[in-house]
């Protein structure tokens, strides 16, 4: 089973310019996360998706952070612009349905992340 | 809201010696707890997970976990480490029936030789 794929693996640009992330879940997975972990810390909830639809983008910066699941399949997070504090791992992970009845709390499968650093 | 504590930020500890990795949690409700490890140059994976019932749980690579309400914690252990666990290690909690997961700051394990 393919895992969760996450493009570039690196990226450095310059602050006030702007960066795409890609990510693609495992097939099946209805619910799609991305995560902001900085250096030191641990993963912070960016966003959740269910299949299309947000659940939680609660602590997204929305003036600078957007992100779309079309399809409810793959994701793309955007920062424009970017700023010094954006440099970080961002981590896309995915788990089953919710209401499923496979559904296993807490078993979030994660990508090998993206890793911004803005100069 | 619920929230994750990992007491130490690093452990350095000795090839073949035990290893107790702290976390605490605070929560007004019921909780799923679980432990994550993250490899260098790695994503994060699912180490073990307390959903309910016994309180002591076992997890890959020989980890295991016990789930201590009254303190709310939920310490990580392994009697023998190898240095094949050099990993940093993240606590995490959920609200019961809910797919949010909080995770705290992690906790570095050093292996020595």
């Known amino acids: 089973e393919a895992g969760v794929a996450q493009s570039p693996r690196y990226k450095i640009i310059e602050k006030r310019q702007s960066v795409a992330f890609w990510c693609n879940p495992i097939s099946g997975h209805a619910t799609l996360y991305w995560y902001q972990q900085i250096l030191g810390q641990g993963p912070k909830l960016l966003i959740q998706?269910?299949?299309?639809?947000?659940?939680?983008d609660s602590q997204l910066p929305k003036d600078r952070f957007s992100a779309e699941r079309l399809k409810g399949v793959d994701s793309t997070l955007k920062i424009q612009p970017a700023k010094l504090e954006d440099s970080a791992v961002y981590l896309c992970?995915?788990?089953?349905?919710?209401?499923?009845?496979?559904?296993?709390?807490?078993?979030?499968?994660f990508g090998e992340g993206s890793r911004l650093t803005v100069l | 809201a619920q929230s994750v504590t990992q007491l130490d930020s690093q452990v350095p500890v000795f090839e073949e010696a035990p290893v107790e990795l702290r976390c605490n949690y605070s929560?007004?409700?019921?909780?799923?707890l679980f432990w994550y490890v993250q490899y260098p140059n790695q994503g994060l994976q699912l180490l073990l997970k307390?959903?309910?019932?016994?309180?002591l749980v076992k997890g890959i690579n020989g980890f295991e976990a016990e789930f201590n309400k009254s303190q709310t914690s939920f310490h990580l252990r392994k009697p023998s480490v190898h240095i094949s666990d050099t990993a940093e290690y993240f606590c995490?909690?959920?609200?019961?029936?809910?797919?949010?997961?909080?995770f705290g700051k992690g906790t570095r394990l050093h292996i020595l030789p």
């Open positions: 929560s007004s409700v019921s909780v799923y």
């Open positions: 992970a995915s788990s089953l349905d919710l209401a499923g009845a496979q559904w296993r709390p807490g078993e979030l499968f």
């Open positions: 998706f269910q299949n299309n639809g947000v659940v939680d």
């Open positions: 307390y959903l309910s019932g016994s309180t």
């Open positions: 995490a909690v959920s609200v019961e029936g809910y797919d949010k997961i909080i």
